[in-house]
C-alpha cells in the first residue's frame, strides 16, 4: 500500500510536467510571435549599448540583494550572505521543477536546519514571508490603479477593478488583524478559512480541513513576538523588492528604445502589479510563458506602436529576473553543500526579541 501513493504522486508530476511545458512552448512558439517577429525582437536586442548592459546589471544585482534584504529581516540570525545563498537556491528550484515551490520549501528546511535553526523559526519565516508577499502582491494593483487616477487615466472598468482590489485588500488586512486580536479570534479566522476550504476541496472529492482553527492559534502565538519587532522593516523590504523589480523592468524597456510618451511609467507599474499576480497561479514553474505573455499582452494593449520594442525589453528583463537566477543557484547550492564551517553555526533566536537587531 506504501508504493501507491508514490506512483499517484509521480503520475500528477510528469502531467503537471507536461502541461506546463505545453504551455511555455504554446506562449513562446505562437502567442509571443503574435505580438511581435522574433528577428525584428533580435535586432532591437542588438541594439543594447556596452553602457546600457552595465546599468541593467547593476540593476538586476541591486534587485537580487533587496530579497536577501527582505529574507533577512524575517528570520533573525540570519546573515546576509546566508539570506543571499538561502535566497538563490531556493528560487531556482521553485523556478526550475515541476511543483518547485513544495520543493523550495522542503530545501529551506533542510538549509536552515544545516545552520542551525529550528523548526518552529523555519516555519514562522516561511509563513510570515508568504504572508507579505501575498499583501504585496494584493496592495500593488490597487496603488497602480489609484495612481492611473490621479493622472487623469481612469475608466469605470479601472475604478470598478480598484474598488474589487480595495475590498479584498481590505478583508486579508481584516483577517489578520483578527488573527493576531485573541487566540479566540485566530481560532475562529482558521476555522473560518478552513470551512471554505474544505467547501472547495468537497467538489473535488478531497478531504476536508479540519485541523485550520489549531494551525492559526499556533502561528499566532509563534508569529506575534517577530511581528512585533519586525513588522516595520519586513514591510519596507519587501515594497523595496518589488519596487526594484519594477525598476528592471522600465529599465529594460526604455534601453529598448521605448520612450515615456509611448509607454507611461505609471502604466508599466500598473501592468507589472497585475501581471504579478499570476505568479500566484502555478501553471508553469516560476510562471514562466503565463507571466511573460502577460507583460506582453498588457504592454502592447496600450502602446499601438511598434511592438517589437515592447517584446524585447520584456524577454530581456525576464532574462535579468528569471533565467539569470538559475547558474546563480546552482552556484549557491554548491556553496551551501561545500561551506562547512556554516554547518550548526547560527544560534538559535527565540520568537521575541528583546530589542530590534541592528544591521
Known sequence: MSERPRKRATWKTWVSAAVGLIIV??????AIPKFADYGDVWAALKTLTPIEFWSLFAATLFNLFTYWL?????????RIARSAVLTQTTTTVANTLPAGGAVAIGLTYSILDSWGFSATAVALYVGVTGIWNIFAKLALPVVALALLVFTGRSSPGLAAAAFVGVTVLIVAAALLAALFRSERMARRVGDGVGAVIS??????????????????????????GLVEHRWLRLTWTTILSQLALCFVLILSLRHMGVAEQQLPTVEIFAVFSFSRLLSAIPLTPGGVGVIDLGYVAGLTAIDQGEHAQIVA??????ALTFAIQIPIGIFTYWIWRAKGSWRREVVQQPAVEPAPAKW
Open 70 to 78: 527582505a529574507n533577512k529581516a524575517a528570520l533573525p540570525g540570519l
Open 25 to 30: 512552448l504554446g506562449v513562446f512558439l505562437y
Open 199 to 224: 467547501t472547495v476541496l468537497r467538489w473535488f472529492r478531497r478531504p476536508p480541513r479540519t485541523e485550520m482553527g489549531d494551525a492559526a492559534v499556533r502561528f499566532r502565538s509563534d508569529t506575534i
Open 313 to 318: 525589453g520584456v524577454l530581456l528583463f525576464r
